[in-house]
């Protein structure tokens, strides 16, 4: 008489909470929102009521500056700068200044 041999194939399958699951939504938290606890927790002491407006200016959107060098030709560079969508503040402080001046007269 010859044994046979079966093979048999296990698959095991380790049970897991669904995505929904309070366990699993629990555990949702990102390095970045991580990272923000710590430097709320550190800094926040550091810079105490001052914090939370750098924490925000830290978070929000750069904004990009050029300086325009006066010994090279100005006036071409400044209409380059504004045809690109560049904003010249030094326009826009003298009208500021001068809508402020009006209100004092």
């Known amino acids: 008489m010859l044994l046979q041999i079966r093979k048999v194939s ?3 399958r380790r049970a897991k909470h669904s995505k929904s699951h309070w366990s699993q939504v629990q555990k949702k938290q990102f390095a970045r ?3 923000l606890e710590n430097f709320d927790d550190f800094y926040g ?3 105490g009521n001052r914090w939370k407006s750098i924490r925000v200016a830290l978070l929000s959107e750069h904004k990009y500056m050029a ?3 006066q010994f090279g030709d100005c ?3 400044v209409a380059e700068l504004e045809a690109d969508g ?3 503040l ?3 402080y003298a009208a500021k200044k001068r809508s402020l001046s009006g209100l004092f007269e």
């Open 45 to 47: 002491q550091v810079y």
């Open 10 to 12: 296990l698959f095991l």
């Open 67 to 69: 300086l325009v060098n």
């Open 86 to 88: 560049a904003i010249n």
């Open 33 to 35: 929102d991580r990272a």
């Open 75 to 77: 006036e071409r560079t």
């Open 90 to 92: 030094r326009e826009i």
